[in-house]
C-alpha cells in the first residue's frame, strides 16, 4: 500500500547522501519532496502542513546541524513525525473488570466489518479468551450467515438468534448477547453492527442505540484503507455522532495510497489498535506506529516478523534442528527436517510479505512480487514422492530413483535434481556457519569460497610491486646498494620482518592453567 510512499521518500533521501552540512535550500528542497510523497499518498492536507512545518523546524536545529551524518538525521527526524502521526504510542485492549468486555464494531457497510470481527475473535482466542460473536447486523442481505461461516472458520461461537435480511431488532439481540455470555462464560462480547453506504441519521441511532444498550468496554471504529479521504471524513462523522475509542484499519494489503492511515490518528485523536492486512484469520494483529513507520522508510519491520517466527515455529523441533548443526551431526539433517523447516515458515505468511519486512528490501519490490508461491507447493510435493529412506539419505536417490519422484509429484526430473542440489549446497551452508566458518558467498566473510585464492593472489601483487623499487635506475641501483649495506634483520617465530623486538617464543612463558586447560 505504501510503495509509491516509500519510492518516493527513499529518492528524496537518497538526494542528501554525502553532504556534511544541510543549507536552508536543502532542506526546502527536501520539504517539498516530502511534501508532495505525502499528497500523492492521499494524506490529508492538515497533516502534511503540520508534518512538514515540524520537519523543517527540527531540519533547522542544532540536532541536524551538529549531526556527523545530516542526512542520516533528516531520516531520523521523518520517523519520528510519521510515528507521531501514526499515533504515537501501541493502544492495547482496555478489557473490563468484570466480565464480559463487550467490544462494539462500527463503520460504513462494505468496510470489512463482519471478516474483521471473525479476525478479532481468532486474535482474542489466541491470548487465551473465550470470546463472542454477536450478529446485530440485520439489514445487509446473508450478513448473519456470513458472520457464521467466518465465525467457523475462526473457531470462535456466534450468538444469532435472528435470521436477519430485514427481520429481528437489532438492539433486543445485542442487549441479549450479554446475558447469554454470562451464562455461556464468554468473557468477550464482539458485537457486529450494520452498515450504509453514507452517513444517514439511521444508520446513527441505531448505533447509539445499541452503544446505549450495551454499554461498551471499547467502540472500534472500523474503516477501509482503500478509501483515502473520505476516511477522514467518515471517521469525523462518527465520532461527532457515536464516539469510538480506536480505529481498525481493514484491507492494509490493498494497492491504494494509504493515506487514510496516515490522517486518521492525526485528524480524530484517536489512535489505530488493529490493523487487517491478507484473506486469512491469521492476518490480522495490533497496529505498531513505530513499526509502520519502519516500513514506510525502507527500514523493515523486524520486531514483527521475530513475533511471527515465534507463534509459527515450534521451539522444540527448532532446537532439535539446530543440536544436529551444532554438536557436528550436520549429516543428519535429512529432507525431513528440511520440510518442517519451510512449512514453518509458510505458517508465517506469504513469501513476499516475510521478505517485504526485512531492512533494505525496498529496492528489491520487483523481484519480490515476481515470487512464485507454488514453488514450496512443488518442493513438498517432490519431498512427499520419496520413500522414508530417500528422505533419510538423499545420497540413495540415483537416477531411477529421481524419475520414480518426478512422476509421483508431478513434475520433471531437473526439478528433482535443483531440490537435491540445493538441499546439500544449504546444508553444506549451515554446517559452515555452525562451526563459525562465516556465511559462505559473502564478501569479506570467513568461509567465502575463492577468498583465500583473491587474498593470496593480492599478497603476491603487493611483494611484487616491493620487489620492483623505484622506476629510476640510478635511484633504484642506489636503493639495491643501501639494501646490502643493511645489517640482517632478527627473526622471530612470528615472522617478524622489520628487526622490531622479538616477541618471546611459546616456550618462553608459562600459560596460565585454565588456558592450558582450554587448549
Known amino acids: ?17 554525502g553532504k556534511g552540512r544541510l543549507s536552508e535550500a536543502d532542506i526546502d528542497a527536501t520539504a517539498r519532496e516530502i511534501r508532495i510523497a505525502l499528497l500523492e499518498a492521499d494524506v490529508a492536507l492538515p497533516v502534511v502542513r503540520e508534518f512538514i512545518a515540524s520537519v523543517k523546524e527540527r531540519a533547522r536545529g542544532a540536532e541536524v546541524s551538529a549531526a556527523l551524518n545530516p542526512a542520516q538525521q533528516v531520516v531520523k527526524i521523518v520517523n519520528e513525525e510519521l510515528v507521531a502521526i501514526l499515533g504515537g504510542e501501541t493502544r492495547r485492549l482496555r478489557f473490563a473488570k468484570k466480565p464480559p468486555t463487550v467490544i462494539l464494531l462500527a463503520g460504513l457497510q462494505g468496510s470489512g466489518k463482519t471478516t474483521l470481527a471473525g479476525k478479532l475473535g481468532h486474535w482474542l482466542k489466541a491470548q487465551g479468551r473465550a470470546p463472542l460473536l454477536v450478529a446485530a447486523d440485520l439489514q445487509r442481505p446473508n450478513a448473519v450467515t456470513q458472520l457464521q461461516v467466518v465465525g467457523d472458520r475462526a473457531g470462535v461461537d456466534v450468538f444469532a438468534p435472528e435470521p436477519g435480511n430485514g427481520v429481528g431488532d437489532p438492539v433486543e439481540v445485542a442487549r441479549s448477547s450479554i446475558t447469554h455470555a454470562n451464562r455461556t462464560l464468554h468473557d ?7 452498515g450504509r453506504l453514507g452517513i444517514d441519521a439511521e444508520l446513527m441511532q441505531q448505533a447509539s442505540d445499541i452503544r446505549d444498550a450495551v454499554s461498551p468496554d471499547e467502540i472500534l471504529f472500523v474503516v477501509d484503507a482503500m478509501i483515502g479521504q473520505d476516511a477522514v471524513i467518515t471517521a469525523q462523522s462518527f465520532l461527532d455522532g457515536v464516539g469510538f475509542d480506536g480505529v481498525v484499519l481493514s484491507k492494509l494489503d490493498g494497492d491504494a495510497r494509504g493515506g487514510a492511515a496516515l490522517s486518521v490518528a492525526k485528524v480524530t485523536g484517536r489512535p489505530v489498535m488493529f490493523a487487517s492486512n491478507g484473506e486469512q484469520m491469521g492476518d490480522f494483529d495490533v497496529f505498531h506506529p513505530d513499526r509502520m513507520a519502519s516500513r514506510i522508510l525502507g527500514m523493515g519491520d523486524m520486531l514483527t516478523l521475530i513475533e511471527q517466527a515465534e507463534k509459527s515455529f515450534d521451539a522444540d523441533q527448532a532446537a532439535r534442528a539446530a543440536a544436529k548443526l551444532t554438536e557436528g551431526k550436520g549429516a543428519s539433517f535429512t529432507l525431513d527436517d528440511f520440510l518442517q523447516q519451510m512449512q514453518s515458515v509458510r505458517k508465517m505468511g506469504s513469501l513476499s510479505k516475510i521478505f517485504g519486512m526485512l531492512p533494505g528490501m525496498g529496492e528489491m519490490k520487483e523481484q519480490i512480487a515476481g515470487i512464485d508461491e507454488r514453488e514450496i507447493d512443488r518442493i513438498e510435493a517432490i519431498i512427499h514422492s520419496m520413500t522414508p529412506a530417500e528422505r533419510a539419505d538423499p545420497k540413495i536417490i540415483d537416477g531411477s530413483r529421481r524419475q520414480r519422484i518426478a512422476r509421483g509429484s508431478g513434475v520433471t526430473v ?38 583465500g585464492k583473491r587474498a593470496k593472489a593480492r599478497q603476491q601483487a603487493k611483494k611484487g610491486r616491493a620487489k620492483r623499487g623505484s622506476g629510476n635506475p640510478a635511484k633504484r641501483a642506489e636503493e639495491q646498494q643501501a639494501a646490502r649495506q643493511r645489517p640482517p634483520a632478527a627473526v622471530s617465530p612470528f615472522g617478524n620482518p622489520d ?17 592450558r586447560d582450554l587448549l
Open 1 to 17: 500500500m505504501f510503495d509509491t510512499l516509500q519510492d518516493r521518500l527513499a529518492a528524496t533521501f537518497k538526494n542528501l547522501r
Open 188 to 194: 468477550v462480547v464482539v458485537v457486529d453492527t450494520a
Open 414 to 451: 531437473s526439478q528433482v535434481n535443483g531440490l537435491v542440489d540445493r538441499f546439500f549446497q544449504a546444508r553444506t551452508m549451515m554446517n559452515q556457519m555452525a562451526a563459525g566458518g562465516g556465511m559462505p558467498g559473502l564478501p569479506g566473510m570467513p568461509g567465502m569460497p575463492g577468498a
Open 499 to 515: 628487526g622490531a623486538p622479538t616477541p618471546p617464543a611459546p616456550d618462553d612463558f608459562e600459560l596460565p592453567k585454565e588456558l
